[in-house]
């Protein structure tokens, strides 16, 4: 659906473009971002990389284990339901791991395998709560380390990228909660009245 979407803004900018007489500030606009990309990208890869491979040697060394051991008591909370030794928790809980580390390559694959399970668990077509859980932990994704955040601000020459740190754990634990508190209150609702329809 994305890729239609973007393609739609393309046609509606150049056809009003081609209305307004602008197709000249248009094309320019378009050669700059596109040299503005590079640079960008090119900036970050620096950054990307040295976070990037701190995260990996802390995930070889065992650190990333044993803080999947340190939330189990945390996610056998919010996921009351599963097994607790079960191929679904442990997925969670490396998924959530990686993304505290701001390990998002090794997150994503994480985070299908564990709603793989839950859907294997799941007797209907709808959203179990512990999907919806999951759905909501990884959007969330409280982060030890912003590394994207401040590649951003660095390359855009911010003298202090990492003074968004702070606020980036205020916003991202606000946001967990709010879902969280949601999940716990409206999902077992939907279910009741879509199982009644």
């Not at 500030?25 to 378009?30: D, V």
């Not at 928790?89 to 505290?100: G, S, V, Y």
């Not at 859980?133 to 390359?155: D, E, Y």
């Amino acid at each position: 659906m994305l890729p239609y979407i973007w393609g739609l803004m393309i046609i509606i900018s150049v056809i009003f473009s081609v209305i307004n007489g602008t197709s000249d500030q248009l094309n320019s606009a378009i050669l700059d971002s596109a040299g503005e990309a590079i640079e960008l990208v090119i900036s970050m890869c620096g950054t990307i990389c040295l976070w990037s491979g701190i995260m990996k040697i802390a995930d070889k060394s065992g650190v990333t284990k044993f803080i999947s051991k340190l939330l189990s008591p945390i996610t056998g909370r919010l996921f009351p339901s599963l097994d607790k030794k079960g191929e679904a928790f442990r997925a969670i809980n490396m998924n959530i791991t990686a993304n505290l580390l701001g390990l998002g390559n090794a997150a994503t694959p994480l985070g299908i395998k564990a709603m793989q399970c839950l859907k294997k668990d799941s007797n209907t077509a709808l959203a179990s709560k512990d999907m919806i859980m999951l759905v909501i932990l990884n959007t969330t994704s409280v982060q030890v380390i912003p590394t994207m955040i401040i590649s951003l601000l660095q390359s855009a020459g911010c003298s202090d990228p990492s003074g968004i740190i702070p606020f980036t754990w205020a916003a991202s634990v606000s946001g967990l909660i709010v879902g969280v508190l949601c999940v716990q209150i409206f999902a077992g609702r939907e279910r009741t009245l879509c199982t009644q329809h």
